[in-house]
């Protein structure tokens, strides 16, 4: 397990040539955070798309966990208020958001513990605790692990910690240090969108497998596309809401989506035409938040199971 850990700390510290060594405070070098480094614990920049942080502990030769940083610019709600996006972000992060969240990104095993908010600065942090399995060498292996997510004008900072299950009680110490510690700024903030117009993904299985079908543009009529059957999960990437109606020609029931929605005991889900909701409603922030949450977490289990 020694070598295994060396090995994992080795590869976080190829990543960039700067290491942050316990008991300092990790900056940004693009000024878009800064964050506390616990003691054993050692962080760096790393150039994994989508991460902006990784940093691992080690107590002795036991693997305390890892926790990584992502961070997305999301230029259409720079000119919001703050109290407009936790508003916003207050209806988009329950246990059900979450949930799908990890699903969608690969996780298996999903199980929310608890959701909890907090406020620092004037603004609101939304956190989740939960257990999932990642693939391992082995077979699917359990992990355990809490996030953070600070929305705030402009970027979606997402702050990721995750252990195997049966240290996560030795190892939540050092976590909670690092969120409490966690301190998102201005930094470099695109003029422009650059995420790009949102995508809708319609899945032919439940919980987002089977196959996928990318819609850019709107669709009047869903029978067209000739899909192999009624899609039986969706997911929306990037910022911007689309409307999904249940007949075609954008007819009959519809409702807004902004991140992911799947269905329940294998029904499809009733879906006869899509379009995007034009606007910037802070609420389109939720694709973009979706995807960082379960690309951050994921990232960090695989992390930890190099490590055990």
């Given at each position: 397990?020694?070598?295994?850990?060396?090995?994992?700390?080795?590869?976080?510290?190829?990543?960039?040539?700067?290491?942050?060594?316990?008991?300092?405070?990790?900056?940004?070098?693009?000024?878009?955070?800064?964050?506390?480094?616990?003691?054993?614990?050692?962080?760096?920049?790393?150039?994994?798309?989508?991460?902006?942080?990784?940093?691992?502990?080690?107590?002795?030769?036991?693997?305390?966990?890892?926790?990584l940083?992502?961070?997305?610019?999301?230029?259409?709600?720079?000119?919001?208020?703050?109290?407009d996006i936790?508003?916003?972000?207050?209806?988009?992060?329950?246990?059900?958001?979450?949930?799908?969240?990890?699903?969608?990104?690969?996780?298996?095993?999903?199980?929310?513990?608890?959701?909890?908010?907090?406020?620092?600065?004037?603004?609101?942090?939304?956190?989740?605790?939960?257990t999932?399995?990642?693939?391992?060498?082995?077979?699917?292996?359990?992990?355990?692990?809490?996030?953070?997510?600070?929305?705030?004008?402009?970027?979606?900072?997402?702050?990721?910690?995750?252990?195997?299950?049966?240290?996560?009680?030795?190892?939540?110490?050092?976590?909670?240090?690092?969120?409490?510690?966690?301190?998102?700024?201005?930094?470099?903030?695109?003029?422009?969108?650059?995420?790009?117009?949102?995508?809708?993904?319609?899945?032919?299985?439940?919980?987002?497998?089977?196959?996928?079908?990318?819609?850019?543009?709107?669709?009047?009529?869903?029978?067209?596309?000739?899909?192999?059957?009624?899609?039986?999960?969706?997911?929306?990437t990037?910022?911007?809401?689309?409307?999904?109606?249940?007949g075609?020609?954008f007819?009959?029931?519809?409702?807004?989506?902004?991140?992911?929605?799947?269905?329940t005991?294998?029904?499809?889900?009733?879906?006869?035409?899509?379009?995007?909701?034009?606007?910037?409603?802070?609420?389109?922030?939720?694709?973009?938040?979706?995807?960082?949450?379960?690309?951050?977490?994921?990232?960090?289990?695989?992390?930890?199971?190099?490590?055990?």
């Open positions: 397990m020694f070598r295994l850990i060396g090995a994992l700390l080795t590869c976080v510290a190829l990543t960039a040539p700067s290491a942050y060594a316990a008991g300092n405070e990790y900056q940004d070098s693009q000024g878009r955070f800064s964050v506390g480094v616990p003691a054993n614990w050692v962080a760096h920049k790393t150039d994994a798309p989508q991460i902006a942080m990784i940093m691992a502990g080690v107590n002795g030769k036991d693997l305390v966990g890892i926790c940083v992502s961070v997305q610019d999301v230029p259409e709600t720079r000119s919001a208020s703050q109290s936790d508003e916003a972000m207050s209806q988009v992060f329950s246990p059900a958001f979450w949930e799908m969240s990890l699903k969608s990104a690969g996780a298996s095993d999903v199980v929310v513990e608890s959701t909890s908010v907090r406020e620092d600065g004037g603004r609101k942090i939304h956190a989740v605790v939960m999932m399995s990642e693939k391992g060498k082995d077979g699917p292996q359990p992990i355990k692990g809490k996030q953070e997510v600070h929305a705030v004008p402009g970027a979606l900072h997402v702050v990721a910690c995750v252990t195997p299950p049966d240290r996560y009680e030795a190892a939540l110490a050092d976590f909670d240090a690092i969120f409490l510690s966690y301190r998102p700024m201005r930094g470099l903030i695109s003029q422009a969108p650059s995420s790009g117009r949102s995508v809708l993904t319609l899945y032919s299985g439940a919980n987002f497998e089977g196959s996928a079908r990318v819609l850019s543009q709107d669709a009047a009529d869903i029978a067209a596309l000739r899909l192999s059957g009624p899609p039986a999960s969706v997911a929306v990037g910022f911007g809401r689309w409307e999904l109606c249940e075609a020609n007819t009959g029931g519809c409702r807004l989506l902004a991140a992911v929605e799947t269905s005991r294998g029904r499809a889900l009733p879906l006869g035409s899509a379009r995007r909701k034009l606007g910037d409603d802070p609420r389109g922030a939720a694709g973009v938040a979706s995807t960082a949450a379960g690309i951050a977490l994921k990232t960090a289990a695989e992390r930890v199971l190099k490590g055990r």
